[in-house]
């Protein structure tokens, strides 16, 4: 994961710790992938470290325009009102992030398009239709065995939902590195 010199600012949806803590799927999930052999290759300790940064971010980029814009982007938010989501199982991407394990986010519906869409939309930034929260990093790459076993414990929470909580508020978070090890919300808007 990098760090950079110049901070990032993105729009991030925060997800208090209490909402994994509580949930039996999520302690069932960290058990399981704690018994695998990948087990040994996720930073247990990093996840301690990030459990009060965890968050899905919605807008990226938000520096390119200045901190000003991005104070304005983030206004436009307020009063759309809070946003149920559901937490599926672990989800692994290939595409960005790599050695990442996230947590899928499936959330309400609102008339025919999903809310978090709608919320991109209202922001002014790219619409993803797809909403995570990293959640585990990996120390190093997997061998043969260890990918097969994520791959076990990927399969066996598919289409599982491992808690679910409603956004209320929209934060600007600052950043110099991926991890959000230094980060610090600037702004916040209730929706």
């Known amino acids: 994961m990098g760090r950079y010199e110049a901070s990032r600012i993105s729009a991030v949806a925060w997800l208090p710790p209490a909402v994994l803590e509580a949930s039996a799927g999520f302690r069932g999930l960290v058990a399981r992938l704690q018994a695998s052999p990948v087990g040994a ?3 247990w300790s990093m996840a301690e470290r990030r459990r009060d940064v965890l968050h899905a971010t919605l807008c990226a980029g938000l520096e390119r325009d200045g901190p000003v814009e991005a104070r304005r982007r983030l206004a436009a938010a307020a009063g759309f ?25 499936y959330p309400e519906r609102r008339g025919d ?19 995570s929260i990293g959640v585990f990093n990996l120390m190093d790459d997997l061998d ?11 399969e066996e929470g ?19 590195d991926d991890l959000v ?5 600037i702004d916040t808007v209730r929706l």
């Open 41 to 43: 290759k996720v930073d």
């Open 81 to 105: 009102g809070p946003v149920a989501v559901a937490i599926g199982g672990l989800w692994v991407g290939s595409a960005f992030n790599r050695g990442r394990l996230y947590l899928p986010l």
């Open 113 to 131: 398009d999903d809310a978090l869409r709608l919320l991109q939309h209202r922001l002014g930034g790219r619409e993803t239709r797809f909403y």
């Open 144 to 154: 043969e065995g260890e990918t097969a076993s994520l791959a076990t414990v990927v």
């Open 158 to 176: 598919a289409g599982t939902v491992i808690a679910e909580t409603t956004f209320e508020d929209l934060m600007l978070l600052e950043t110099h």
């Open 181 to 185: 090890l230094d980060g610090r919300m």
